[in-house]
């Protein structure tokens, strides 16, 4: 079929019509093969413009549409909505940008205008090539597997269960509440964490709409958002298969090993505690030395196992000084050293609990290197001196790290493993909670090392993502310029299924060719660019249409 | 019925992404931004840590996004005048000030401001360069549609001027727009309206405004960005380059009474940016207890320490004038030294807007001791208020990063959807 | 001034970062020779290499593929791939017999649009001191 293609020129005021000819452009363009229509308008994207576009397209019964106006970065969706208006496929059209590129940086307007009628030609040669694209659906499942029953995945669950959907909520324990779960006071309040988790885990078992699983464990997961299938093996031998739309992973931290450092005296003196030992003697109600004996002085240590891991836990210090006031409470007598070597205790409300720790007569001492011994700790501090100082209690700060199941789960998930480990977000800045894999999103000490408060905010974060996207009764919309693979011309040899970072392309083992999930293509094209065989392609941006375009630019 | 629509105050990365999705979700937006551009705080910035991402193409996508949303409706020069009601049924009175220009009819060409005989210190630039009265605050700022700033506008102080009428060809300039109030029904309000810079000028040791070359973080952030007042060149007042730089921290922290969280990367990055431009630049960071939290950051430190910095933890630290130049007078725990500069930028502390107590008292909402807006819970409810319906995100609530303050940002979005309000 | 070798160039530009990096230097107004034609892609890591040499084969003085700096990308690491498929395109133009500096990756962000000018600029002058690509008019595809 032979196209009619109608070309627009705007003249955007005199910004582009002072700096190019436009009716050399106008008489130029209308010479040309398939060019049924070559219109010129002061300003295409006024009301005025609009209509006139709109009425040329149906007055002509064009099939194609060239506009040479202004970057389609501004106004390619405005025309686009013409071209849907008049009746034409908006895919059909193309905008070419004859003002920033042309007459906004090409001083000479002979020049500006060759350039202006190369960049017409350009998209008229394109054009015939393009095809209808169409916006297409895809039914989703609402219902949520939440993995992790701590603090994040409990919150993200009450969150999530509104009536209308299911949660099915995956422990490893036999108990909901997690780390949270394991610590007497909260900071900066000193308010009783048992009470808190409770009322979470309350909430959690009284909510029609979540289904909790207590020592259960993820063993498979299939499909893609929206439409996920999960098998879950539930105690010794029960098995279960959940479908869902999203899951989210929220399965915490693990304490770096100690005794990976013998230079701490883990395990090889007495008294030497780990911060959760430490808290579980605090739930207990009492600071005792093994001999039963209340300690008479005490040193925390920060930072243990921070080297080791590269990165800074980010709530070690706060915990530490809450700490000191556990025992100046219980112990006021008692003569607390914080040995530290920087301070992190940001936001609005930490310094003051730093002040109000130091002045209950607290000291703190800046290290440089540190050694436990038998009743005492040996340290550097910054300008070289070695001191000792003596307690009969050391309490260690571990690193966070993933928890133990991370790789496991990174893998069956096909999400990658960052920096330290840690789960890898979709975007550092502008999307924490998410993962390249879409439908997978994470939650607290899951994407890297966090407070309780941020752990909170990720997981009520996960909850909005999910509670705006994957909408029960409302379709999921996809991508249009998607990639698409030719069976014919696929050689199998799966390099793409490697470059594709959003794992949007699966192998067909049946027929030994690579398939693309259009739910996840985003579109970017670089299995174009990897593909050997010349069988992938991106919609819109397909090697035809661009190989169009470059011939012109060099006719 | 309660009401499903939104107001979100605060068109930073904060307010836009939370206005985004809950227009994703189906919900009406009405997002009120203060100034004439969108995109905060963030868009000053020429790039962000720890992968040194270019601040502008993170941020440019999403906000054409929302430009182009239909569900959101943007008012910009706009303040929140007046709430009343409560969840569900918030009645909310907003000024929407007169950009005179018209928003539809402008096409963005830029040809108002050459006429224009008025020319005054910008700020978006931190004061580094001039505008006209009718202006875009930067090359790039969306909506590209620039406003008149009535204060200088020598039109609107009494003298017959329409040189920047007579200029524009698409008769967007409409001298007669008036201020409106418009009423807005919403059954939840956001609070995304970010925080101002410690003004360094309040502590005198620090000698800034009283040394020409002692700039304040947002300053040098301009002054480095592409888009800004030197297109990304480094240069001291009297145009040349500087051969030693010293970035002071915790500016503004004692005064405060709290770490803002976010200075330490960012000094450090700043690092980078001045290895960038100047291979040989002498950098000293003067700082007291490096806190750089999370999983990413600490490598950041590392790799900056490798391209040549000195790191000084000081006690206290005064800047004076030494010769013709300046040089940083300071204290360590073992020693006072003096080391001359020709260049030092500070590290301010973020403290809360300006306008937050009268917000505050618009809201109903209270704020805490440092004038943040107080969370109805600090641990366990950080993005609610004393108020059911009213959330508050990103830095309004307390000093953070742009990760912190996005996800605080999708968390009322969370909280807003869950509830079905 | 108009009979000097004026290059003909070939732009791929990254919808995300070089092109918004283009319209930028455009609203500037930054001045710019009219050797580049542009081509938008929505990542630099969708420009094969067949794309390339095809262009060259069609008689272009140079390529140029611009996108998002390395860490910045839209869709994560696409620029990664871009850049390590042009280090490997770099040498087979070699064979062809072209000068593989008329092949140039650079990457420009969105802010920049002075930056934009510098590099179409430097590209051309450098294309213009290479001269016509030799292969023009000996081949057609």
Redesign the interface.
């Given at each position: 079929m032979v196209e009619k293609i109608g070309v627009y020129v705007c003249e955007?005021?005199?910004?582009i019509a002072d700096n190019v000819d436009i009716d050399k452009v106008m008489e130029t363009i209308s010479s040309l093969p398939g060019v049924e229509v070559v219109e010129r308008h002061k300003?295409l994207?006024?009301?005025n413009g609009k209509k006139f576009l709109k009425e040329s397209i149906q007055e002509h019964g064009l099939t194609r549409i060239v506009v040479a106006a202004?970057?389609?970065?501004?106004h390619e969706?405005t025309f686009m909505k013409v071209c849907e208006e008049a009746g034409i496929n908006p895919y059909l059209f193309q905008l070419t940008?004859i003002?920033?590129?042309?007459a906004?940086?090409?001083?000479?307007k002979e020049?500006?205008t060759?350039?202006a009628i190369?960049?017409i030609r350009?998209a008229l040669r394109r054009v015939p090539f393009h095809r209808d694209l169409a916006k297409k659906e895809i039914e989703t499942n609402p219902d949520v597997l939440v993995i992790g029953g701590g603090i994040a995945g409990m919150?993200a669950s009450?969150?999530?269960?509104?009536g209308d959907r299911k949660i099915y909520l995956i422990e490893k324990t036999d108990v909901l509440g997690g780390k949270v779960k394991e610590l007497d006071k909260?900071?900066?309040?000193m308010?009783s964490s048992l009470n808190?988790i409770s009322q979470k885990i309350q909430e959690v078992e009284q909510s029609e709409d979540i289904k909790v699983y207590t020592k259960s464990e993820v063993e498979e997961v299939l499909g893609f958002l929206g439409n996920f299938v999960v098998k879950v093996k539930i105690g010794e031998n029960k098995e279960l298969e959940l479908r869902v739309g999203a899951i989210v992973v929220a399965t915490g931290f693990s304490m770096f090993d100690l005794k990976q450092l013998p230079r701490y005296g883990y395990g090889q003196y007495d008294n030497v505690y780990t911060a959760l030992e430490f808290e579980k003697m605090n739930i207990d109600g009492k600071i005792l030395l093994k001999d039963g004996k209340p300690p008479k002085s005490i040193g925390i240590i920060h930072c243990v196992g921070?080297e080791e891991r590269?990165?800074?836990?980010?709530?070690c210090c706060m915990y530490c000084l809450k700490f000191a006031n556990y025992i100046k409470s219980k112990l006021p007598d008692a003569d607390v050293s914080e040995f530290y070597q920087?301070?992190?205790?940001?936001?609005?409300?930490?310094?003051?609990f730093y002040e109000d720790t130091k002045a209950k007569g607290v000291n703190f001492i800046r290290y440089d290197e540190v050694e436990v011994m038998d009743k005492g700790i040996k340290y550097k501090t910054?300008?070289g001196e070695e001191k000792t100082s003596s307690v009969d209690m050391v309490v260690l700060a571990p690193a966070i790290e993933p928890s133990g199941d991370t790789g496991k789960l990174a893998e069956m998930l096909r999400v990658s493993q960052?920096?330290?480990g840690?789960f890898q977000e979709?975007?550092?800045?502008?999307?924490?909670?998410s993962t390249?894999m879409e439908g997978i999103f994470i939650a607290g000490c899951t994407q890297?090392?966090?407070n309780?408060?941020?752990s909170?905010?990720?997981?009520?974060?996960?909850?909005?993502?999910i509670?705006?996207?994957l909408?029960p009764g409302?379709k999921l919309e996809l991508e249009v310029?998607t990639s698409e693979i030719s069976e014919a011309l696929c050689i199998g040899c799966q390099t793409c299924l490697e470059?594709c970072?959003y794992g949007a392309i699966y192998f067909d083992e049946m027929k030994r060719v690579s398939v693309v999930n259009e739910v996840l293509c985003?579109?970017?094209?670089?299995c174009?660019?990897?593909?050997p065989s010349?069988a992938a392609s991106?919609k819109h941006?397909t090697?035809t249409q661009?190989?169009q375009?470059?011939?012109?630019?060099?006719r | 019925m309660d009401n499903g629509n939104i107001l979100v105050i605060g068109a930073g990365v904060a307010g836009i992404n939370a206005s985004l999705s809950l227009a994703d979700s189906g919900r009406k937006v009405y997002l009120v931004e203060q100034t004439s551009y969108i995109g905060g705080t963030v868009i000053k910035f020429e790039k962000v840590f720890s992968n040194m991402e270019c601040a502008t193409c993170m941020v440019a996508p999403k906000q054409q996004e929302l430009l182009a949303k239909e569900n959101i409706e943007l008012f910009t020069i706009s303040e929140v005048l007046k709430v009343e009601g409560s969840l569900g049924n918030f009645v909310v009175k907003v000024k929407k000030k007169a950009r005179y220009v018209d928003l539809k009819a402008c096409i963005g060409c830029s040809a108002c401001f050459e006429p224009c005989p008025v020319s005054v210190k910008n700020e978006f630039e931190e004061g580094l360069s001039e505008r006209k009265a009718i202006y875009i605050p930067c090359p790039g700022a969306l909506p590209n549609i620039p406003a008149i700033d009535t204060e200088n506008c020598v039109r609107f102080n009494g003298k017959d001027c329409k040189l920047c009428k007579e200029a524009c060809m698409f008769e967007a300039i409409d001298f007669e727009q008036k201020d409106e109030e418009i009423e807005l029904k919403v059954g939840a309000i956001v609070v995304a309206t970010g925080f101002s810079s410690f003004d360094p000028k309040e502590i005198p040791k620090y000698g800034y405004k009283k040394f020409s070359d002692v700039y304040s973080a947002l300053e040098f952030e301009r002054m480095f960005a592409s888009n800004g007042p030197t297109t990304g060149e480094i240069k001291l007042r009297n145009g040349e380059s500087p051969k030693s730089v010293a970035i002071v921290h915790c500016v503004g922290r004692e005064e405060k009474g709290y770490c803002s969280a976010i200075c330490c990367m960012n000094s450090l990055k700043f690092v980078h940016y001045l290895k960038e431009k100047l291979p040989d630049v002498k950098i000293s960071e003067f700082c007291s207890d490096l806190c750089i939290p999370g999983k990413s950051y600490e490598k950041f430190y590392e790799q900056t320490k490798t391209m040549g910095v000195d790191i000084i933890r000081f006690e206290d630290i005064e800047i004076k004038e030494e010769g013709k130049g300046i040089s940083v007078k300071y204290k360590t725990d073992t020693k006072g030294s003096s080391l001359p500069v020709d260049m030092v930028i500070l590290s301010t502390a973020i403290e809360p807007k300006k306008d937050a107590s009268k917000l505050a008292k618009i809201l109903g909402i209270s704020q805490d001791e440092h004038g943040f807006f107080a969370e109805k819970h600090s641990e366990i409810a950080s993005v609610d208020t004393s108020t059911e319906g009213i959330f508050i995100v990103g830095c309004a609530q307390d000093p953070k990063d742009i990760q912190n303050s996005v996800a605080q940002s999708e968390a009322a979005v969370g909280k807003i959807l869950s509830r079905g309000t | 001034m108009k009979d000097e070798f004026a290059p003909k160039i070939v732009g791929f530009l990254c919808n995300w970062c070089t092109y918004a990096a283009a319209d930028l230097a455009g609203t500037s107004k930054l001045k710019m020779p009219p050797s580049l034609a542009v081509i938008r892609v929505m990542c630099s890591s969708r420009v094969d290499p067949v794309l390339v040499l095809r262009a060259f084969l069609r008689g272009a003085d140079g390529v140029l593929v611009a996108g998002c700096h390395p860490g910045d990308c839209h869709y994560e690491k696409g620029n990664y791939y871009a850049r390590r498929r042009f280090a490997l395109l770099k040498s087979v133009i070699e064979t062809l017999g072209l000068d593989s500096e008329r092949l140039q990756l650079s990457w420009i962000g969105a802010s920049e649009g002075p930056r934009f000018q510098q590099v179409v600029t430097e590209f051309t002058d450098k294309i213009k001191k290479l001269g016509q690509n030799p292969m023009q008019k000996k081949t057609s595809l």
């Open positions: 955007c005021g005199p910004n300003l994207c006024s009301q202004c970057s389609p970065k501004q969706v940008n003002r920033e590129q042309c906004w940086i090409i001083t000479d020049l500006a060759e350039r190369r960049y350009a919150e009450l969150l999530l269960a509104g909260l900071l900066p309040r308010e808190i921070r590269g990165y800074c836990s980010g709530v920087e301070l992190s205790i940001p936001g609005k409300a930490h310094q003051k910054e300008s960052g920096d330290g840690f979709e975007h550092p800045k502008l999307a924490p909670v390249s890297g090392p966090k309780i408060p941020e909170i905010v990720q997981a009520q974060a996960v909850a909005g993502r509670l705006s996207s909408i409302k310029k470059v970072t985003r579109g970017c094209g670089n174009v660019g990897s593909c010349g991106v941006f090697t661009l190989h375009e470059v011939v012109e630019a060099l | - | -």
